[in-house]
Nanobody, 127 residues
Framework: QVKLVESGGGSVESGGSLRLSCQSSGDIESINCLGWFRQAPGKEREGVAGIYTGRDMEYYADSVRGRFTISQDNAKNTVYLQMDKLRPDDTAVYYC????????????????????YGQGTQVTVSS
């Protein structure tokens, strides 16, 4: 089992920035992908960004590419999501996620699902 604990959510005005953090613990050798998903009210959960723990290979949803940056600190077992140029449609509960990706592919597009999820942290962007 892998435990994921998120922090860093909050409220910000449109155009602002937030940074989310997620610390992983437990059987971390069973995972090689860390990522972020989000779910807005009344919508399906969607992938936001993923990163291969073996090296810094990053994956992004089209809706956030160029605005969000995923990064990791392997020494701290922590993954980050830097969110810039936030928009009201970024408002959602953000979940840290982890799994073992075949061939180190850590995509987050529709059809890719992760095994472990954290409890989530709320991000609210006001216009």
């Amino acid at each position: 089992q892998v435990k994921l604990v998120e922090s860093g959510g909050g409220s910000v005005e449109s155009g602002g920035s937030l940074r989310l953090s997620c610390q992983s613990s437990g059987d971390i050798e069973s995972i090689n992908c860390l990522g972020w998903f989000r779910q807005a009210p009344g919508k399906e959960r969607e992938g936001v960004a993923g990163i291969y723990t073996g090296r810094d290979m990053e994956y992004y949803a089209d809706s956030v590419r160029g605005r969000f940056t995923i990064s990791q600190d392997n020494a701290k077992n922590t993954v980050y999501l830097q969110m810039d140029k936030l928009r009201p449609d970024d408002t959602a509960v953000y979940y840290c996620a982890a799994h073992w990706g075949t061939a180190g592919i850590c995509a987050v597009e529709e059809g890719y699902d992760y095994t472990y999820y954290g409890q989530g942290t709320q991000v609210t962007v006001s216009s």
